[in-house]
């Protein structure tokens, strides 16, 4: 049967179920503002005014939007009376999905954005739901739909992901509907932020959790994840990694790990014989699987999706996880980045994982970003960050993004890039100077074999001692290809 949410409002759905109080936004530039004091204080980053939560909460991982960002935007269409614009049609989302209310999230940090709490959306254990909404968002691969669980241990209580599924950008509402069975500890769903890319927005109206009754089968506590801004090129070997993480109270046993779904003309391997299967999984423990896949040669997808699986026997009983996998192909080849070391001249130390180390210019995630140190000293220029290549290759270009957030300290304006051998002696293969560029810029030489790379920064355009990047990159080939074994098949027959 299904389960009633609480609302504020009423509702136009299907007797006995309903949708969560949404955000209560009109369109920007419309006339006076006539949210609500729960609304007000979402668009100036605030959260939730107390005692309005609806059947939702703040996430409480993300930090909330930047103040100010929100009014500022001017990339939302308006479709519905009496705002109507049409002008931005087909190029963004709705600030409403069905002219009435909906849930804006909006330069939103990476992690926990929205979830429900077991006193709004109380799911109870060994039943099977549905839950369903509308949305649009804009940029693909940011934002996930999670399911989660939690658990009190020790007077502490603990939360993780269960299953999560990547939401297709859509400038045109979309439906999204997934069926969970409830369990592994106190069971919620939400929105989670997974990348950093520039004015991304996401929409959602009609949430309805529907009771379909008791399951057949337990919940699967285990999930499986895959990693998001994974860079392949055509026709060359890229390595992708996917974790199996045992949340069960007992073993995991005969795990198994497959793709499925994966895009036509792809090769796939793991790096390790029999990398992807796994006999014993203790509880709490994560099992990697490092996989080398081919995009085919002049492949016109992009942004592939497909999903990743884990099978695997607890208790006597098969059960299977899965999560969205997807990947970026790029134009031409591309070093991986995680076949790559970076080191640099400084880092700053004192403000988190995020903003500071050097390894941040190999993650695949925009939004962190190596920086120099601010904190023990102010290390004049110029700053160097060296990039191991992980062994010889044939290379023609490198790639520089500059902080996509936080001002404008350390956007880099004259450079060098030289090569070497050995990592001691080196020559000098462009010099030049960069622009203010949201984007990737590329610097391209001659081809050259190497095995190490080395960017100088020579100044900086606003003149201070600062330098950062969020993402640098090497275009070329290794010498030599990485090669793998086939996948493992996992012993059906075992449980």
Known sequence: MPVVLPTDRPTDRPTGTRTTAAARCPPRGAGPDRRSAVDRRRARGRGPAPGRPGPGARGGDTGGTEPGRTDRHREWKNTYPPYVSGTLKGRAVDDVLAGRHSLKSHAENTGLVHRTTPATVPFEEGHRYRVSFSY???????????TGADRVADGKTSSRDITRDVLAPALDTASYSREIVAGCGDTWVGLRKLGSARGTDLVLDDFTVTDLGEADTGAACASVTAPSGTELSPGVPGEYVTAFTNHESADAENVGIAFQGLPEGWKVAVKEKDGNLFERVPPGA?????????PPAGTTDASPA??????YARAGATRTVSSDARATVTE???LPPGSMTATADSENGSSGAAEGPVSNVLDGDAGTIWHTDYTASRAP???WVTLELGGAADIDGFGYLGRQSGGQNGRVAGYEVAVSDDGEDWTTVARGTLEDDPRTQRVSFDRVRASYLRFTALDALNGQPYAAAAEMRVYGLPVDLPTGYPPGERPAGLR
């Open 286 to 294: 994560t099992a990697r699987t490092t996989w080398l896949l081919t």
């Open 136 to 146: 649009q968002t804009n940029v693909e691969g940011q934002w996930a739909w999670v």
């Open 381 to 383: 220029y110029p700053h």
């Open 306 to 311: 497909w999903q990743v699986t884990a099978t």
């Open 332 to 334: 031409g080849p591309v």
